[in-house]
Every structure is written in structure tokens, then in C-alpha cells.
């Protein structure tokens, strides 16, 4: 790995362990608040999300920042880190452990390289997605710096697929595989990527959601299906505050046909 894929990787590790420790800190302590499209907010949301911004100010001169908590217009750059600085407040604020602090670099417009740090778990994944950039970069997707590879198996009922809250029209009579939902939009689709569940669905995800866990199911084997518009390229000068981006992950592309009549009673 040259030198330029080692500075990515080397700074997503140490700023998310960094900002990690101090939401530990917090972890189950802080109250939340509303903000207009109904999700929550923290202070240790906002904390985190200064801190990333800071951080890739100094270090990666002229890239572009997409974040959750600050600049939800996507910039007119090559390169543009989007970030989810806590995603879970919910189990963050409730003390239930599964939350992540979620990175996504993107040239172009289209994720390449995706780190995703769940600090309770002690769980570091990372991933490199060259798909059609022309970029040359490693390869693989990492659970604390080892190998990840999404599951072969085909459907059935010892088998596990997410759903998000509002997902659950999917549960019909004859669904392959049992449930869980996980609360974490991030982590949802990436224990697809390690082989722990087959799929997942999110219904209204946002590209801070999923920009880093793009790149790592990719690199992992999995299909990502856009139930919508497909989510990258970004475009330069859009809002995308607002805007979700419905999606079905599954472990290969073979089972897609399985879970895609499951589909129409979910709204998106």
C-alpha cells in the first residue's frame, strides 16, 4: 500500500480512536434533542463532528467535507470526506452499545475508501472500493485489520436479515430468514459484510449514513441495491439534507430474487 492509502487509513484510525475515547465518555449519559427532520441530536454529536471537520482541515488541504451536524451541501471538489460523527444516537443516548463513528473519502462524487470505527465493540472496520474510478487502490474489506468476506449461504430460517424501523412491511408470511434490527444504519449493512446476516434493508438512510459502508460491503462481496435513484455519484452544489436513499444490501447477488418480492409493501 503506497504512501498516499496509508495516510487515508493511518488518519481514519487515529482521529475515530481518538474521538472514540471521549464519546465512551458520554456513552449513555448525554440527553438529546430534535432536530426538524425528527432524528436526534446530541452534544457530543456536535463535539465529534468539530473534531473530524478540524482534523481533515489540517491534515488534507482543499478536500471537501460532507457531514451530518454542519455542511450538508456537497462541494465542488475531487475529493470530499463525508461523515457521520455518531451514527445510533439513539442507542448512544439509551446506553445500548452499538453506535459508530462512519467515514467515507469520495472522488468524484463516489466513495473509494470507507472507514467505520464502533467504539463499544472495539470494532474497526475498513475497505477500499476502486469499482469504476480509474484510481488504482488496495483492495479488501477489514474487521480490525483482518480479512472480511460476505456470506455464500443460501436463505433460510438459521439465517439473520436487518430491518430498519421503518422497514418492517417486509415481514410478510413466507420470509426466508429470521429478523433483527440493530438501530444503527452503518452497522446494519456492514455484519452483512462479515458473513453475520445475508441482508439488510434501510428505508431512509442518508448519504452520511452510507458512504462509508458503500465502499466496505463492495469490497466484501456483497450487492448493494439502490431501491430508488442510484446513490453515487454526488452532485456538486446539492443539499442533501433531505434527501435518503433507500437500500437492500445482500451477501451476492444470486439471493437478490429471493428478497426482492418482500419488497412491495415497503414504503420508501
Known amino acids: 500500500m503506497n504512501d ?36 436526534l441530536v446530541t452534544k457530543s454529536d456536535k463535539w465529534a463532528d468539530q473534531e473530524i471537520r478540524d482534523a481533515i482541515v489540517s491534515t488534507f488541504s482543499g478536500y471537501g467535507i460532507l457531514s451530518e451536524e454542519s455542511d450538508q451541501t456537497f462541494p465542488n471538489t475531487e475529493w470530499c470526506w463525508v461523515i457521520d460523527p455518531l451514527d ?39 475497505g477500499f472500493w476502486a469499482g469504476s474510478s480509474g484510481l488504482t487502490t488496495p483492495t479488501g474489506a477489514f474487521l480490525n485489520n483482518h480479512p472480511i468476506h460476505t456470506s455464500k449461504d443460501a436463505p433460510s430460517k438459521n439465517h439473520f436479515f436487518n430491518l430498519c424501523s421503518r422497514s418492517t412491511d417486509i415481514i410478510q408470511p413466507g420470509f426466508p430468514c429470521k429478523i433483527r434490527m440493530l438501530g444503527v444504519a452503518s452497522y446494519n449493512f456492514l455484519s452483512v459484510a462479515t458473513g453475520a446476516v445475508l441482508g439488510g434493508i434501510e428505508a431512509t438512510p442518508k448519504v452520511w449514513d452510507i458512504a ?55 414504503k420508501f
Do not use: C
Open 4 to 39: 498516499f492509502w496509508n495516510t487515508i487509513l493511518d488518519f481514519a484510525e487515529t482521529t475515530t480512536t481518538r474521538v472514540g475515547k471521549q464519546l465512551m465518555q458520554d456513552f449513555g449519559k448525554v440527553q438529546a434533542s430534535q432536530k426538524s427532520d425528527g432524528s
Open 88 to 126: 445510533g444516537t439513539t442507542n448512544f443516548t439509551r446506553g445500548i452499545p452499538i453506535w459508530s463513528i462512519s467515514l467515507g473519502l469520495l472522488y468524484r462524487g463516489t466513495p473509494i475508501f470507507g472507514y467505520v470505527y464502533a467504539p463499544p465493540l472495539n470494532q474497526a472496520f475498513h
Open 212 to 266: 462509508g459502508a458503500w465502499v466496505i460491503v463492495q469490497a466484501a462481496g456483497g450487492t448493494w441495491v439502490s431501491l430508488n435513484s442510484e446513490s453515487f455519484p454526488l452532485s456538486p452544489g446539492m443539499d442533501y439534507s433531505d434527501r435518503s436513499f433507500p437500500t437492500m444490501v445482500v451477501s451476492n447477488s444470486d439471493i437478490v430474487p429471493t428478497f426482492t418480492p418482500f419488497l412491495e409493501n415497503v
